[in-house]
């Protein structure tokens, strides 16, 4: 497995939990961490080869039993994959785990791609219909990680190119403009603490049941996402501020478990002075957290002494 490919990380830029209720979701690669399948674990911590061998071989029985029920309909050598993980293979990874950059989505995506016998070839541009087909495939992967998966994180580690979702029936590849030169940002917070996406998604899953969450829901969070990512694709800066603030606003006041203590007043300082506006990475609960700035260099003052990574310049 010498030449086996890596498979990069993701960032969900927009679309964290609204995506379940049908919002349009912009999720773009994120190159700083990858991982791979590997038997080579020289210089790699015994633990960490361990419990990644051991995580593996649970989820080929799981990938077993869904081809079984025939509710994974698609052409996969199970036979390899529990074959070499009873060999020792683990996934070597950068890729930090419960930080919303795609650690599990990596994996899925690395499987898919070794034992998968009719695997989408991404070079020959597919269809919109063959990347729904991929994105369903990947969500009953993915599930075994989070108990509920849109297939989204796998997607876009697969096909390692920005993807816009649109509701549950449309996904597409889009061309994303960067301007390198604007003072403005998007960066990383790293709040140093790992989480799991599973409660954090039951949670919210529960929320939605309550009339009330469901109409803020569908009448504010869905709305402001959806017009953060046309502002942002469109390159409307002013546009895109008005909703961020809207957005971070509204994770705030509703999210209240999924934002570590510790950035509550930070969050609230950027609504307050409009310096800057703060959102769910992923899940949230910790890991990282976006922000938003038309100045960044302003920004990083108050940011001192937080660990904090430049995304892309806007």
Same mark, same amino acid.
């Given at each position: 497995?010498?030449?086996?490919?890596?498979?990069?990380?993701?960032?969900?830029?927009?679309?964290?939990?609204?995506?379940?209720?049908?919002?349009?979701?912009?999720?773009?690669?994120?190159?700083?961490?990858?991982?791979?399948?590997?038997?080579?674990?020289n210089e790699m911590n015994e633990q960490f080869?361990?419990?990644?061998?051991?995580?593996?071989?649970?989820?080929?029985?799981?990938?077993?039993?869904?081809?079984?029920?025939?509710?994974?309909?698609?052409?996969?050598?199970?036979?390899?994959?529990?074959?070499?993980?009873?060999?020792?293979?683990?996934?070597?990874?950068?890729?930090?785990?419960?930080?919303?950059?795609?650690?599990?989505?990596?994996?899925?995506?690395?499987?898919?791609?070794?034992?998968?016998?009719?695997?989408?070839?991404?070079?020959?541009?597919?269809?919109?219909?063959?990347?729904?087909?991929?994105?369903?495939?990947?969500?009953?992967?993915?599930?075994?990680?989070?108990?509920?998966?849109?297939?989204?994180?796998?997607?876009?580690?697969?096909?390692?190119?920005?993807?816009?979702?649109n509701g549950k029936n449309g996904v597409e590849?889009?061309?994303?403009?960067?301007?390198?030169?604007?003072?403005?940002?998007?960066?990383?917070?790293?709040t140093g603490i790992s989480r799991s996406t599973?409660?954090?998604?039951?949670?919210?899953?529960?929320?939605?049941?309550?009339?009330?969450?469901?109409?803020?829901?569908?009448?504010?969070?869905?709305?402001?996402?959806?017009?953060?990512?046309?502002?942002?694709?469109? *390159?409307?800066?002013?546009?895109? $501020?008005?909703?961020?603030?809207? %957005?971070? /606003?509204? =994770? @705030?006041?509703?999210?209240?478990?999924?934002?570590?203590?510790?950035?509550?007043?930070?969050?609230?300082?950027?609504?307050?002075?409009?310096?800057?506006?703060?959102?769910?990475?992923?899940?949230?609960? *910790?890991?990282?957290?976006?922000? $938003?700035?038309?100045?960044?260099? %302003?920004? /990083?003052? =108050? @940011?001192?002494?937080?660990?904090?990574?430049?995304?892309?310049?806007?």
């Amino acid at each position: 497995m010498k030449n086996e490919p890596s498979f990069n990380s993701k960032i969900l830029l927009f679309g964290e939990y609204s995506i379940i209720q049908n919002s349009m979701g912009l999720t773009l690669p994120y190159t700083e961490y990858n991982g791979k399948l590997t038997f080579d674990a020289n210089e790699m911590n015994e633990q960490f080869v361990t419990e990644s061998n051991e995580h593996l071989s649970e989820f080929a029985n799981y990938i077993e039993n869904l081809l079984e029920a025939k509710k994974l309909v698609i052409d996969f050598d199970i036979a390899s994959f529990k074959k070499d993980t009873s060999e020792g293979m683990y996934f070597q990874s950068s890729i930090p785990q419960g930080f919303g950059v795609g650690s599990s989505g990596a994996l899925v995506a690395a499987v898919y791609g070794r034992y998968a016998k009719d695997k989408m070839n991404i070079g020959e541009a597919p269809s919109k219909a063959a990347i729904m087909e991929l994105k369903s495939v990947f969500a009953k992967m993915e599930s075994y990680f989070h108990g509920n998966s849109s297939g989204v994180d796998p997607l876009i580690c697969y096909m390692n190119l920005p993807l816009l979702i649109n509701g549950k029936n449309g996904v597409e590849t889009v061309k994303v403009e960067l301007n390198n030169t604007g003072k403005g940002a998007i960066f990383l917070i790293d709040t140093g603490i790992s989480r799991s996406t599973e409660p954090l998604v039951k949670y919210y899953m529960q929320r939605m049941e309550e009339p009330s969450f469901r109409e803020f829901v569908d009448k504010q969070l869905k709305p402001f996402a959806n017009n953060c990512i046309q502002a942002f694709l469109d *390159g409307d800066k002013e546009t895109l $501020f008005a909703y961020m603030r809207l %957005l971070s /606003k509204f =994770q @705030f006041e509703h999210f209240k478990p999924m934002i570590p203590s510790l950035f509550n007043k930070l969050w609230k300082r950027g609504l307050d002075t409009g310096e800057y506006y703060l959102k769910l990475c992923g899940a949230g609960g *910790g890991g990282y957290i976006l922000g $938003f700035t038309q100045n960044y260099e %302003l920004t /990083k003052k =108050q @940011f001192k002494g937080q660990n904090i990574e430049l995304l892309c310049s806007i």
